[in-house]
């Protein structure tokens, strides 16, 4: 169970090649699913005030996708106004790795039909609390972009 985190990048990279992961440039930006998946890999580390950071500005996946944070050992993916993608408010790391499955009836459920009628996507906020400190991107879900 502890190396699970390294065969899972492992994994990706064998799969998808390192030409495809996104770059660590100074600007952020969009993390969208990796080409020919769905699952969209988002990196967290932490900066050198020990406060959470994540590769991306924000996410952006599209029902039924799966978003895999790795990063420290022990951190959380707690989701924000009791407003969660799968139901699962607070989502511990196993081996440094959280997995979030979007389903793919989320944009028909009735406690969002309102929101994504209006905007056409849908918004969860969530935080990456890590020893404490917590870093607040949003994930954003749209049918299509």
Do not use: H, W
């Amino acid at each position: 169970m502890r190396y699970l985190k390294f065969i899972i990048i492992f994994a990706v990279l064998s799969i998808t090649g390192c030409a495809q992961l996104p770059c660590k440039c100074d600007e952020k930006s969009i993390g969208y699913a990796l080409p020919g998946t769905n699952t969209v890999i988002v990196d967290v580390s932490l900066n050198a005030d020990g406060v959470p950071q994540q590769n991306y500005e924000k996410i952006i996946v599209k029902p039924g996708q799966d978003v895999i944070f790795s990063g420290p050992d022990e951190f959380q993916i707690i989701f924000k106004n009791q407003k969660t993608p799968n139901t699962v408010i607070e989502n511990k790391s196993s081996s440094g790795i959280v997995l979030i499955q979007v389903p793919v009836d989320v944009l028909e459920k009735k406690e969002f039909s309102e929101e994504f009628r209006r905007y056409n996507y849908l918004t969860f906020d969530y935080a990456i609390r890590v020893n404490g400190r917590e870093l607040d991107p949003p994930m954003v879900v749209k049918r299509d972009f």
